[in-house]
């Protein structure tokens, strides 16, 4: 449990809620107010009732004509302070559409223009997380918080004007018990921090041993070690309950004492000894006591109601942080209008070109080589050398940290992403295919395309007879009615390039997850696709690329060899210690033919 000071303790929070906020803050702002008076006027027919009450047995039970003006008065406040209530709620309601309506949209055009690399780096799960289930989050916050916290402080505020304005006397012992509830309160926020570590660090070992566990059941049933296994999460269950223990201990007693300080009959108890003695000793009439008796208890249950509502505000609190870190999410650069051009030819320079993670984390270093239009290149060497990300750096992914990299003469960061795209084809070894039909994935980068423009890409994919054999062929979607395995996703991604036919295509590791079905038929669709293009192919099996125009060898971020196969062999360096240590398959049929 946290502290219901967390958030104004700390400025980043308040900075990070205010500029998340920001769009409606307004509107809540009025939302509050709004309900904050609508409370204190449905509050209005209790002094009415005390006053009525004194006056009647007062007056002997006179009904005058003053008394029918309180009772109305009264009737109308109830009315009227429900209307203001309900009208502070659904500006609230508005506001927190609005508010999930700007979010999701700026959220949405933030991730179509962050790096193509920020994505691989990060699971589908944390974006959908701040997307939908932070924003669902925030809903608290807009569409509840402020109202409630109107209601009940207005509650609480015209309360304790009335009874100061009665008798300011009683009313400070009135509040008393209030005074004990804050005590108690923070002495539990106190108790309760000090094991909070301990708590999540319980639930954190009780979350990776059931992990650990689950994924680790066929070796146990494999290897007869369940006991073992079976230990491991019991010692977290239990050092997890020694933790609970320890954190609620504290916290229980706490907050059972504050919740009895404030409860109705307590307080109600405190005004009755102490109105009786009052009246005892001459300083109020018996029926001076009636308003505290109505109004002192109901202080109780809009207290409590500010204390719960800070859990929702803490919850909000992480997800706007979370909301706030997407929305600032760097951005890759895009060309303006006036530095826009367009590429000359489909000739590509890497003119020293360096790129790491880090200052202290450097991936490539000084890369430079030209791919000719219409030649095949390929970029060998050992894993972790740098390939694919010299692949990705030519599909804009990421931008160089140094050096730069034309197309057709054009610095990339020149040219418009959705011309770039339509100028460069790839086939990554993961494949993305979106919760859409197989014609829409096929389609993507070219929505306008004809159903036979369609059909011609899947047949030189060789994927058209499987599509027609899914239950409603190319309009079936993927992941519901189209349950396709990794070699034919594969294909239907080679179709979607193949669609927007660009003059230069990237193969990094096409066939890698493919079974050996698959992969003749994913090599025979490249092998048709690739006439004429330029190619750039990272492969880690040699014999796949052995037939290239030129290799390049790659190894701890610098090409250290390039030449033709038989040169590179010649050479005995790395490429030929690769070669003849046959790290690498050998297949007769590679990936693609030389153009």
């Not at 933790?243 to 409860?263: E, G, K, Q, W, Y």
């Not at 030209?370 to 599909?395: D, E, F, Y």
């Not at 050996?516 to 190619?535: C, P, W």
């Amino acid at each position: 449990m946290d502290s219901p000071d967390t958030a104004s303790a700390n400025p980043t929070v308040e900075g990070t809620l205010s500029r998340v906020l920001t769009p409606i803050r307004g509107r809540l702002m009025v939302a509050a107010l709004l309900a904050a008076v609508g409370a204190m006027l449905t509050l209005v027919p209790l002094a009415g009732i005390a006053h009525i009450a004194r006056r009647l047995l007062g007056d002997a039970g006179s009904i005058s004509s003053e008394l029918w003006w309180v009772a109305g008065l009264s009737i109308a406040s109830l009315f009227v302070g429900m209307a203001l209530i309900f009208a502070g709620e659904l500006l609230a309601h508005l506001a927190d559409n609005r508010l999930t309506h700007h979010l999701r949209q700026a959220i949405t055009q933030r991730l179509s223009r962050v790096p193509l690399g920020w994505f691989s780096s990060r699971a589908s799960g944390e974006i959908k997380r701040a997307v939908q289930d932070d924003i669902n989050t925030l809903h608290s916050l807009t569409a509840h918080f402020y109202t409630t916290t109107g209601r009940a402080g207005g509650a609480v505020l015209i309360s304790m004007v009335y009874l100061f304005a009665m008798d300011w006397r009683l009313a400070l012992i009135a509040l008393l018990p209030f005074a004990g509830y804050f005590l108690f309160l923070k002495r539990a926020m106190r108790a309760s921090g000090a094991s909070m570590q301990q708590f999540i660090g319980g639930m954190d070992r009780i979350s990776n041993a059931v992990e650990e566990f689950v994924k680790g059941i066929p070796v146990v049933k494999a290897f007869g070690v369940s006991g073992k296994a079976h230990s491991a999460y019991r010692q977290a269950i239990d050092a997890f309950a020694e933790a609970f223990i320890d954190f609620t201990r504290p916290l229980v007693a706490s907050m059972a004492n504050a919740n009895a300080m404030i409860a109705p009959v307590t307080v109600l108890c405190v005004v009755l000894v102490a109105g009786t003695l009052f009246v005892s000793l001459g300083w109020i009439m018996p029926l001076d006591l009636l308003p505290f008796v109505l109004v002192a208890p109901g202080l109780s249950a809009p207290l409590l109601l500010l204390h719960y509502i800070t859990h929702d505000l803490n919850n909000a609190t992480g997800a706007a942080q979370r909301v706030h870190a997407l929305l600032d999410t760097p951005t890759l650069s895009q060309p303006s209008v006036h530095t826009q051009q367009l590429p000359r030819g489909s000739e590509i320079r890497f003119e020293q070109v360096g790129y790491g993670y880090g200052p202290d984390n450097p991936v490539l270093t000084d890369i430079s080589f030209t791919l000719q239009p219409g030649t095949t290149t390929a970029v060998v060497g050992p894993s972790g050398a740098g390939k694919s990300t010299l692949a990705r750096l030519l599909l804009r992914f990421f931008d160089p940290g140094s050096g730069r990299i034309t197309l057709g003469g054009v610095d990339l960061r020149n040219i418009e992403t959705e011309r770039l795209y339509q100028r460069i084809g790839f086939v990554l070894q993961e494949v993305r295919l979106i919760n859409a039909s197989v014609r829409d994935n096929i389609a993507l980068g070219r929505p306008s395309a004809t159903a036979q423009d369609i059909e011609d890409a899947a047949r030189t994919a060789n994927i058209h007879e499987r599509i027609l054999c899914l239950p409603r062929g190319y309009d079936s979607v993927i992941g519901e009615d189209a349950q396709l395995s990794g070699g034919e996703q594969q294909r239907v991604s080679i179709a979607r390039a193949v669609l927007v036919n660009p003059p230069v295509l990237i193969l990094d590791e096409a066939t890698a997850a493919a079974d050996a079905e698959n992969e003749v038929a994913i090599q025979q669709a490249l092998s048709r696709f690739a006439q004429g293009r330029t190619l750039l192919v990272i492969a880690h099996r040699l014999d796949t690329v052995m037939h290239a125009d030129q290799i390049l060898v790659v190894d701890q971020g610098r090409v250290v060899e390039q030449g033709r196969h038989a040169d590179l062999l010649a050479r005995e360096g790395l490429y030929a210690r690769l070669w003849h240590l046959g790290d690498y398959a050998r297949d007769e049929q590679p990936v693609v033919q030389p153009c």
